[in-house]
């Protein structure tokens, strides 16, 4: 996929400046899927969003097939994690 097609499919409006690469929590509410991948190790995947009238959050990894790990639990649902975490993890993770 071209990197255009990326930067549409991420950002509201169509676009990501420069400077945000990192993605927030913001972001994530309002498209509730995004291309991410792990600077430190190259792996890409999507995280997709659930909530519960916005009290409860859940998020789910879908890894492209090449990254894929049968026993992780991330994997198979979306998992119940509190908004504070998320957005520390998300801190960690880079727009694919």
């Not at 990192?22 to 995004?34: C, G, Y």
């Not at 430190?40 to 916005?54: A, C, K, M």
Request: proline content about 9%.
């Amino acid at each position: 996929m071209r990197r255009t097609a990326i930067i549409q499919r991420n950002a509201p409006g169509g676009r990501v400046p420069p400077s945000q690469r990192t993605p927030t929590f913001a972001l994530l509410r309002e498209k509730r899927r995004l291309a991410v991948c792990n600077p430190e190790n190259g792996v890409r995947f999507t995280i997709s969003l659930r909530d519960w009238q916005s009290m409860l959050w859940a998020v789910r990894v879908h890894p492209e097939p090449k990254w894929r790990q049968r026993g992780n639990a991330y994997t198979t649902a979306h998992r119940i994690m509190p908004r504070p975490r998320i957005e520390d993890w998300l801190a960690e993770l880079r727009l694919a």
